[in-house]
T-cell receptor, first 114, second 113 residues
Framework: GAGVSQTPSNKVTEKGKYVELRCDPI?????LYWYRQSLGQGPEFLIY????????DSGLPNDRFFAVRPEGSVSTLKIQRTERGDSAVYLC????????????FGEGSRLTVL | KQEVTQIPAALSVPEGENLVLNCSFT??????LQWFRQDPGKGLTSLLL?????REQTSGRLNASLDKSSGRSTLYIAASQPGDSATYLC????????????FGKGTKLTVNP
């Protein structure tokens, strides 16, 4: 595709449910990032992939959060036992090279936990 | 822990005005600093990237400066237009190329026609 694609664009779920958010990066981009943006805040780093491996997952808030990128392209962010505090916009970005490569962001997946 | 602060939080100006957005960071050991634009309900668009060894970068009507020693950056927008209305975010990457950006909360800019 022309840009970073994220699905779903909106997800409403109930507390305690399991959620998967998908990111399809720009073709050929080896680096992929997940950020979380709460209302009125800047994005907060969650995890960074270089190829298939998670090079830095230090931003994941707890063990309910997990992300994979099995073939080095599409990535899925998985959230177990969702809580109301997980409500935010989850942003994915990709870049052709490692830093300081230009980051291209998707439009985000807005998660609402009721 | 790196903290990034942006002031003002919001700014409203008439069309045609030149304006400056400010960004400060607490740890001067940065690898680079980036300015992004975010439109409502959209992702971020990279505007300018300044390496730690650089003092400024320019793109069209935008000019970003970096003073690493004082922990400050400014984004200058010349001859503002209504289409410039958006939230502008500043982000720094830690020295050593950690790949992890620390963002400020942004400045919401409104340019009135």
């Amino acid at each position: 595709g022309a840009g970073v694609s994220q699905t779903p664009s909106n997800k409403v779920t109930e507390k305690g449910k399991y959620v998967e958010l998908r990111c399809d990066p720009i073709s050929g981009h080896t680096a992929l990032y997940w950020y979380r943006q709460s209302l009125g805040q800047g994005p907060e780093f969650l995890i960074y992939f270089q190829g298939t491996g998670a090079a830095d997952d230090s931003g994941l808030p707890n063990d309910r959060f997990f992300a994979v990128r099995p073939e080095g392209s599409v990535s899925t962010l998985k959230i177990q036992r969702t809580e109301r505090g997980d409500s935010a916009v989850y942003l994915c970005a990709s870049s052709l090279t490692v830093s300081p490569g230009e980051l291209f962001f998707g439009e985000g997946s807005r998660l609402t936990v009721l | 822990k790196q903290e990034v602060t942006q002031i003002p939080a919001a700014l409203s100006v008439p069309e045609g005005e030149n304006l400056v957005l400010n960004c400060s960071f607490t740890d001067s050991a940065i690898y680079n600093l980036q300015w992004f634009r975010q439109d409502p309900g959209k992702g971020l668009t990279s505007l300018l990237l300044i390496q730690s060894s650089q003092r400024e970068q320019t793109s069209g009507r935008l000019n970003a400066s970096l003073d690493k020693s004082s922990g400050r950056s400014t984004l200058y927008i010349a001859a503002s237009q209504p289409g410039d209305s958006a939230t502008y975010l500043c982000a720094v990457e830690r020295q050593g190329g950690s790949e992890k950006l620390v963002f400020g909360k942004g400045t919401k800019l409104t340019v009135n026609p």
